[in-house]
């Protein structure tokens, strides 16, 4: 059973800290995001471990393991989004419906192992993208359909937000 789309605008996470997950986007630039998505890595798997990984805590939260499979595309949107916005001059974004990712790709129904290996590769892609981004490209831009415009320092601080937010979804 699909869960209601969230519909909030998250953004105002990379101008403050968030009181659910406490995650503070502060003195966060674009080489720190990369060990920090890595050092996550771990902690995922771990909770992926667990029994009971598939099962939803209530009709309207995602099971652990479709929260992982969440961050494993996560980590891949936003490498997408990365290397646009250091390739091109102000990109647009496309469009992910996370929601209907969700749906599409069965989250419910994957095997936990694999979502385990597939999110460790998927976050050493996104880390090694954001490790390889010089300071002179920390102020690229690059905008979402919804007109929301980011930097990369702003899309790395946002990402990582999902990244650490989802593990304290989930209690990792």
Partial sequence: MPITPDSKDWTWVT???CPE????????????IGPAVLAS????QAALAEPGVGIRPDNSTWSVLE???HVRDLCRVFETRLQLML???NPGFPDWDQDAAAVEGQYAS??????AQELASSAADAAAGFNAVTPAE???SGTRSNGSVFTVT???????????HHLHDVGA
């Fill in 15 to 17: 101008e403050r800290p």
């Fill in 21 to 32: 997950c406490g995650f503070d986007p502060a003195g966060i630039t674009p080489d720190r």
């Fill in 41 to 44: 890595v771990p902690r995922w």
């Fill in 67 to 69: 929260y992982a499979a």
């Fill in 87 to 89: 390739g091109q001059d």
């Fill in 110 to 115: 994957l095997d936990p192992l694999a979502v």
């Fill in 138 to 140: 920390w102020d690229r």
């Fill in 154 to 164: 702003s899309l790395g601080s946002y990402f990582l937000h999902d990244v650490i």
